[in-house]
């Protein structure tokens, strides 16, 4: 491998070892989910907070409870109303699931397997002591802490904050993401097209994947290419925690954006990376600001920001920043011998007969191809110097859906 070209892993790693999660700010509980909790969540009563019932029956001394047995109604025990007295020799309360066991009681009756006239209860099977309680404290104790800092709020979590009432959650506040796109040739959906030009596709795509990853994307305005005007809309980057541009980023006479960066003190990480698509990506700090710098070309910045920037927004926001997920999938089609750059084929997924996933890269890979991207289910992983494949063999993948891109 050409010594100027960073492999995909190591570029990954020198990114994510630049970023530092942002700061933490308080939310109301309803919009903490998908958000990444900067503190534990702790526990602020026990739960259940007595014992309780598990099912509906009566509330029963084990003594007492044996077959044939007849023992007096002395009351009842639903959910939210306990029972305020004491369960005595030969006595049952009729209790529902949730409600608080009385005192003396020491095991629950099935409702089922019990025949009540009103004041009497006959047992019809004898109880084991302890069946169906749920003991104090059976799910959670106050002051225990019930989810740990840099975990990712689901629906499951949210739920357990509220249980072990929380109201309000520290999280890491979202990252704010500036996008800004460059070129003299793109234009914005629905604006007048210059002669030569094309519609600006990347940084509505990448709005897209920021805020699908958790992110809060900033469009900037379409900066041509003038050393001058990209300066002047970069000079916005203290604004974010992390910028990320689309073209200029490649060696061509009007590839601008290290020249016009460099003179408002840009640092350079690092350029070029063996990967296809997207090998002209640049990484680097304007002042306190991470910058980076994806291809023009749409395909090749939507494959950067999936293999890059959805770790980049996952570490801003308190989380590790894995590698994106794969799988291992079986090809539809033979696959060629690969060369020095790793290739994420972009690739259709069907199935046989027995069920099974079968991927079928694209048969043209052009990076300017978005209809191709769009039909595209996964990104088949090759590495350098791959061997070729023959149809039915394993190859590594990453599903798209996996990542809601």
Sequence with gaps: MASDLLPVEEARARILAALTPTA????ALPEAAGRVLASPVVARLTQPPADVSAMDGYAVRVADAVEGATLSMIGSAPAGRPFASEVGPGQAVRIFTGGFVPAGADAILLQEDATADGATVRVNETVKAGRWI???GLDFAEGHEVLPAGRKLTARDI???AASNNPWLAVHRRPRIGILATGDEIALPGDPIP???IVSSNAHALAALVKGAGGDPVVLPIAPDDTHAIAEVAGTAHAFDLLVTTGGASVGEHDLIQKALGGEGFELGFWKIAMR?????IWG???RTPVLGLPGNPVSAMVCGVVFLIPAIARLSGLPGDPPPTRRLITAVPIAENDRRADHLRSAISYDSEGRMRVT???????SMLATLARADALVLRAPFARALPAGAEVEAILLADLGV
């Design 24 to 27: 933490a700010e308080t939310v």
């Design 277 to 281: 698509p997207g090998k002209p990506l």
């Design 285 to 287: 700090r304007l002042g």
């Design 134 to 136: 749920r003991r104090r």
């Design 195 to 197: 002669p030569g030009g």
């Design 361 to 367: 890269p694209a048969a043209v890979q052009d990076s």
């Design 159 to 161: 739920g357990l904050a």
